[in-house]
């Protein structure tokens, strides 16, 4: 069965730095797009970043210059770089395939980022 597990959260100061990671199993990985999405409460699912089959990425405009999304497909997970963190960067992180397959159903518990001084 398809399952994502995150890691890599906790507490940082402001302009400190975390690196997420999510491992991925179930499903032929390197055949799907991953993307990086973060929920605070009261908040809808944000899509933070996202990486392709072939290396492209995307960001949020709140990001860039800020976050980094790779991936390695001999180990079929996903990683977020986080550099420069602020609070309001703080949210739950999870990682997941937007596609329109099954696939797109699962997600993980989520990584837990908070950014406080």
């Known amino acids: 069965q398809v399952q994502l597990v995150e890691s890599g959260g906790g507490l940082v100061q402001p302009g400190g730095s975390l690196r997420l990671s999510c491992l991925a199993s179930?499903?032929?990985?390197?055949?799907?797009?991953m993307g990086w999405y973060r929920q605070v409460p009261g908040n809808q699912r944000e899509l933070v970043a996202s990486?392709?089959?072939?290396?492209?990425?995307n960001y949020v405009d709140s990001v860039k210059g800020r976050f980094t999304i790779s991936r390695d497909n001999a180990k079929n997970t996903v990683y977020l770089q986080m550099n420069s963190l602020r609070p309001e960067d703080t949210a739950v992180y999870y990682c997941?395939?937007?596609?329109?397959?099954?696939?797109?159903?699962?997600w993980g518990q989520g990584t837990r980022v908070t950014v406080s001084s």
């Open positions: 997941h395939a937007p596609s329109r397959l099954a696939v797109s159903t699962y």
């Open positions: 179930g499903f032929t990985f390197r055949m799907y797009r």
């Open positions: 990486v392709g089959t072939d290396g492209d990425t």
